[in-house]
């Protein structure tokens, strides 16, 4: 980890702090649990960093596969090859049930004087800092970690009983993290919903009710899409992008998927460039309706707000421009409400292998309730001011998340520094802790013997003491 050690730490590496490090059971799996199965762990397993029984699949194993495979509490499910994204995940095995452990996940079992679930922390914080990325090998769709490279890995190593107070700080403290992130993932939604609220209240008048109030003012009018425009709606167009720069450049689909052009999402065309007359050039105060995507984006929206002429528009958006008895924004406050989206949805059109579409007709007949020019601009200037305080709290709270985001690695470094917890003179020296798994390990590795190495050994030894010739051939003969 780099650094100077606290008090009472020493350092050593992965492999000698891990009791057992092993691939998992290639038994037959199943989807479905039945008579006498039990489940057996997945790379999906571990996906959120903790158990997800939801996420296993089944097996009928021995009572030998039980107990070779089965995981003990404080075993750490480690992900070793994955996307980079996903690469190096874990999670620590704490469940009062059996699973078995499967092929694509590491089991990493500590040392008994190792915490299991410090050793899962460690893990955690190499992978936040790109540690294993950096040493993985790399195929076309995933990455890999070899166990040679995992076992050299740096480890500090604190005394046991403080390993046991980190493993405990940091429980806590992850603990209230998550309990945040949960109420921070919330936020998106609230403001999704307090945006479709606003544009409700505006296009069914409720927004301006008090407004109008001793106004006289005119009532308003229900109209068709087709009576708002100033021509018929237009398909744009879609030749094939190519990947270097040209003069021609269109919007892709993403351009106004947020509801809100942007004109970052763009592509290059080998075309010859339209003449100036074409529909196929936007213009500002243009809006775009998607006409093709998934259901729960089909029919959005977005007033183009560019330069004239330096973008044409693809053949999965529809352009349409308000005319005189309508302002630009309302109309798109219209397009953007609950009600119109849903009426988009209901009236998509498309089979289970296809995005869903809407065509010309239903977007000309959408219904617009329509209220005076004074009273589109009253609304206007209300939606605009309380979208802006929304958007005040969504950069508030993006600013937020990026912050917690960072924090798990800000507390693991913390902690592997030693500054989470107390260094106490009476929890002993790591340097003995170390001497005692060193130890252990001598006594194991000895005690563990491997049959036909040790035959071979004996082999040797005899083939010492006989003579060459026949005398050698009958040796062979005897083996």
């Known amino acids: 980890m780099g650094g ?155 005394p046991l009983a403080e390993q046991n107070r980190i493993v405990a700080k940091l429980d806590r403290l992850f603990a209230q993290l998550e309990i945040l992130k949960t109420s921070m993932a919330k936020v998106p939604l609230l403001l999704k919903d307090f945006r479709q609220q606003v544009l409700t209240r505006a296009v069914t008048g409720k927004l301006t009710e008090e407004w109008r109030k001793d106004k006289k003012m005119k009532n308003w009018e229900e109209f068709t899409l087709s009576e708002l425009i100033i021509e018929k709606p237009r398909n744009g167009y879609s030749p094939q992008a190519v990947g270097y720069e040209t003069e021609v450049k269109s919007l892709s689909l993403s351009a106004i998927t947020s509801g809100v052009f942007n004109p970052a999402y763009v592509k290059y065309l080998d075309i010859e460039s339209p003449s100036k007359n074409s529909h196929l050039w936007l213009k500002n105060g243009d809006i775009l309706i998607q006409r093709s995507n998934s259901l729960e984006y089909v029919g959005t929206s977005a007033i183009y707000d560019g330069e004239d002429f330096e973008f044409i528009y693809p053949d999965i958006m529809i352009k349409i421009r308000a005319n005189f008895k309508i302002s630009t924004n309302y109309l798109n406050y219209c397009l953007s409400s609950f009600k ?23 977007v000309m007949n959408t219904t617009i309730n329509l209220p005076s020019d004074l009273e589109q601009e009253e609304i206007e200037v209300r939606v605009e001011s309380l979208f802006a305080k929304a958007d005040a709290i969504e950069q ?36 003995e802790l170390l001497k005692q798994i060193q130890e252990l390990k001598g006594i194991n590795k000895k005690a563990i013997k491997n049959p036909k190495l040790e035959k071979l050994k004996n082999f040797n030894k005899k083939l010492k003491n006989y003579p060459e010739g026949d005398d050698f051939l009958r040796m062979v003969a005897e083996k």
Request: aromatic share 10%; hydrophobic share 35%.
């Open 4 to 158: 100077n050690l606290p008090k009472n730490w020493i350092e050593t590496n992965l492999e000698t702090i891990i009791e057992r490090m092993s691939n998992g059971s290639g038994l037959k799996q199943f989807e479905e649990p039945f008579e006498n199965s039990f489940p057996i762990s997945r790379i999906e397993t571990i996906w959120n960093e903790t158990i997800d029984l939801d996420r296993v699949k089944y097996v009928n194993p021995t009572k030998t596969d039980i107990e070779k495979y089965s995981f003990l509490k404080g075993d750490v499910l480690f992900s070793h090859i994955n996307s980079d994204k996903h690469l190096g995940k874990t999670a620590v095995f704490n469940l009062d049930t059996v699973l078995i452990h499967g092929i694509n996940l590491l089991l990493l079992r500590a040392q008994p004087q190792f915490n299991g679930y410090l050793l899962n922390y460690f893990l955690r914080y190499y992978r936040l800092t790109g540690k294993f990325i950096e040493v993985a090998q790399r195929s076309v769709n995933q990455s890999s970690i070899n166990q040679k490279k995992l076992n050299t890995f740096k480890i500090p190593l604190p």
């Open 340 to 362: 119109t989206r849903e009426y988009f949805r209901n009236n998509a059109t498309g089979t289970a292998g296809n995005m869903p579409k809407i065509n010309q007709v239903v």
């Open 396 to 431: 508030q709270y993006k600013s937020l998340k990026a912050k917690i985001d960072k924090l798990p690695q800000a507390i693991l470094h913390k902690a592997f520094k030693g500054e989470l917890s107390e260094q106490l003179d009476t929890d002993g020296d790591a340097r």
